[in-house]
């Protein structure tokens, strides 16, 4: 005769596959779309970092360092992202606020981006790999601006969230009592 363990576990439980336990997508910080959007900047980034490290001159090297720092930052920070919020990693940082640091980290890649492109667009050499840099870098500050926009659509802001909560004491309807699930104790 068999366990018990072994005919139950088969009937009243359902197999995952082992990559099901730690791809979360979607998930309560990460939509599907954003994801998509996600690895979209990351490659977008990546392919402008890339073609600016192939640029073997430059005239002014100021713009082309700015924009070398903003494309490797962006690259690395946002695979590092994408990998903590679709995966449960996310869960073992001692970070709480996952939808504040997406949402302050992407606007400010965007304005990175923007900036870094137009500095680099009037501060080169017009090659070819650095008008396909510039190009790809604004091409990443779209993707960035359009992450950034549908972290809004589905989520809203999250730092007016906190201060548009009711923090006066007054009188609220019955119905709110009942929906705030005993935090108000009974008279």
């Known amino acids: ?12 439980t359902a197999q995952e596959p082992k990559f099901r336990k730690w791809f979360v997508v979607p998930s309560e910080n990460l939509e599907r779309s954003r994801f998509g959007i996600k690895v979209v900047e990351v490659l977008l980034s990546f392919v402008a ?49 996952w939808p504040n640091l997406d949402f302050i980290y992407t606007i400010t890649m965007a304005i990175l981006f923007l900036l870094a492109s137009i500095v680099f667009a009037a501060g080169n050499g017009n090659t070819s790999l650095e008008q396909g840099a510039v190009a790809f870098g604004f091409l ?11 972290f809004i659509k589905y989520r809203g802001v999250p730092c007016q969230k906190r201060n548009n909560q009711q923090t006066d004491h007054a009188p609220r ?6 929906n705030a699930n005993g935090a108000d104790s009974a008279n």
């Open 49 to 97: 970092f890339v073609m600016e490290e192939v640029v073997s001159n430059c005239s002014q090297c100021g713009p082309l360092y700015f924009f070398e720092f903003v494309s490797c930052t962006a690259f690395l920070f946002t695979l590092l992202l994408l990998i903590l919020l679709a995966t449960t990693l996310h869960q073992r940082v001692g970070i709480n606020s």
């Open 1 to 12: 005769m068999a366990a018990p363990e072994t005919v139950y576990n088969t009937t009243t």
């Open 173 to 178: 309807p019955e119905s709110e009592k009942l």
């Open 140 to 150: 990443a500050t779209v993707a960035f601006f359009i992450d950034f926009g549908m």
